[in-house]
């Protein structure tokens, strides 16, 4: 008989390293990506820069968001690794509900007001924000209120955090002089951040159906930006590949296109058969 997980999601990434002991994680790093499409989780020995463990669910559409908070409900409780004893963890929500204010507009009051006057949605959320490392810029945003209770019951000291916070202070700290547009692409979701000296001036994200809205939405940001397609680069995180239509799109359009490489804090086998840009919030 099929369980509530196996009729709402079906497995995608499972790797475990040989020398994963299961029962003991209490000096480990579980970490967690959650979207409204999948939910993925690695083990880390982050003192010894190891990946342990890693694993995916993606998910069918749901009928309801009743549907989607029972169905990560179910993952919480039937998964062996989500009911250990962590060192730390944390957890990353994927989603399109955060916007940036300048550290001397921003007023902690408001935190509703400014996702609510950007995005029209009936979602009810927890609201948080974070401050970014090295710059007076204040990421502001929204999880939804249930998704945000459950993850707090199954892991009582979490850090919860929107995955462009750790995203925005991982690329602001790389070594690099150019202006670069970086580009995060997972669910459905385009996240687009552009970089110059090495600080964030920019950061949004756009849902997106098709190729066409895709490349609409980043040239849209060129010339928001007073960007130059054949001199600002493009750096991809996330789930695109060359074989793709969304890369096609891009190289149509952008001159200069690279792939990232996974930091390398944490060692990663070959036996992973995943590409190095896969997956890159969970290795920041």
């Given amino acids: 008989m099929m369980t509530d997980v196996q009729r709402k999601s ?22 967690l990506f959650i979207s409204e499409a999948q939910l993925i989780f690695c083990v880390l020995d982050d003192r010894n820069n190891r990946l342990l463990h890693m694993q995916s669910y993606n998910f069918f559409q749901f009928a309801s968001p009743a549907e989607y908070y029972a169905t990560i409900n179910n993952l919480f409780q039937q998964e062996e690794l989500l009911n250990k004893t962590y060192r730390a963890i944390d957890v990353f929500i994927f989603n399109a509900y955060n916007t940036l204010v300048p550290g001397e507009l921003f007023d902690e009051e408001l935190l509703s007001s400014y996702i609510r006057f950007n995005f029209d949605t009936t979602i009810t959320f927890s609201y948080a924000s974070d401050q970014l490392i090295n710059n007076d810029i204040i990421n502001v945003y929204g999880i939804p209120g249930e998704l945000k209770q459950s993850i707090l ?23 690099s002089n150019e202006d670069r547009i970086y580009i995060y692409v997972q669910s459905n979701i385009l996240q687009v951040c552009f970089i110059q000296n090495q600080r964030v001036m920019f950061f949004n994200s756009f849902p997106y159906a098709t190729p066409e809205d895709f490349i609409y939405y980043l040239l849209y940001t060129y010339q928001q930006l007073k960007l130059d397609t054949e001199n600002t680069p493009v750096y991809l995180m996330g789930e695109i590949v060359k ?3 969304l890369y096609e799109m891009l190289y149509k359009y952008i001159r200069h296109i690279h792939f990232m490489k996974r930091p390398d804090r944490i060692q990663v086998p070959e036996s992973l058969n995943i590409p190095a840009h896969f997956y890159y919030n969970l290795f920041c």
């Fill in 10 to 31: 079906y497995p995608g990434i499972l790797f475990t390293d040989s020398g994963f002991q299961r029962e003991h994680t209490d000096e480990l790093l579980l970490r």
């Fill in 153 to 175: 019951h199954q892991f009582k000291d979490a850090s919860v955090k929107h995955n462009s916070t750790v995203l925005m202070d991982h690329l602001q700290n790389l070594p």
């Fill in 243 to 245: 074989e793709s239509a």
